[in-house]
C-alpha cells in the first residue's frame, strides 16, 4: 500500500513556510523551536509505508465491512469481533498517549475459517493506530516472513537486520500464523520472533485459519501437514509458543461464513440485478 500527501495538501505549509520549524519567544526573550504540526503528518505518511500493507486495504475501515451474512449467529460473531477491534485499537491509542508505551496492553488473536474477514480487520485496526497515534507499526505474512529470512540467513545478513525490526516494533501484526511447512528451523524463528515481543512486553496481532484447542484423535500419517480442519493451531506450533500466545494475545473467534463465497454469489446474481455492490475481504 502506497501513501502521499494528498494534492491539496502538497503546497508549501503556511504556519512553518516549508521549514518544518516554528519558532517562538518566551517572556524572557529567549527564543525556541519546535517542529510544525505539518511534520506529523509526513511522518504517518512514512509509517503507512514502512507498513507494508496490502493495497486491497488501502480504503478498509471499521465501517466499510460487509456485514450480509446468511444467519444472526454469524452476524453476532463478526459484530463481536469488530467490537473488540474497536475497543483495542480506542486502548491501545490511549494508553499511548497518556504513558508512551502499550506495555501489558494483550494483543489480539482472530482465528477462523478462510474468508471470513480476520486480514481485513487486523488491517484496518494497524492503519488507525498509525493514523491515530503515530506508532512504528509492522505487517507481514508468515510464510512470506519465513522465506524472507531463510533466504537473508543464506545470504549472510544478520539476525539483527532481520528479526531484530520485527520484535522492536511498537505494534506487529503476523498474518496466517503457522501456515507453511513446519520443521524445527521453522519453529524456532517462530518462537525467538513470539518470545522476543513477550518479554519486551510488545502488542502482538495475529490470524490464523487454526483454531486454538487440544489435538484431535486422528492418525496424523494419514492427515496433510497443512489440513486446517485437522489440525490445531497448538499442534501447528508447539506447547511453549502457543503458552506464550495465550498470555499475550486474546482469542477472538471468527469460525463464520466465507464473505469470498458471499461475494461469488452476488456477483452471479449482479448479471441479473443491477448495483449490487460487495465490499472484498
Known sequence: MHAERCRHCSAVCNLCEGTGKLHYQNEQALWFSRSCSCQETDRKIALLRLLKLPGKFFDADFDNFNRKLPNQTDVSKFESALDKGKQFTDTVAREYAEKKSGFGIKGLLFHGSPGSGKTRLMAVIL???ILQSSLTVRFTEFSSLISEIKKGYD?????SNLIDPLIEADILGIDELAKGRRSDWYLGITDEIITGRYNAGKITLFTTNYNPGEAKPYARSEVKEDDIELYTLQERLNPRIFSRLMEMTEF???????????????????TRTPGVNVIRN
Open 127 to 129: 492503519k488507525e493506530l
Open 252 to 270: 477472538v473467534d471468527m469460525n463464520f461464513f466465507d464473505y469470498r463465497q458471499l461475494e461469488h454469489a452476488h456477483n452471479l446474481q449482479s
Open 155 to 159: 545470504n549472510g545478513e544478520s539476525q
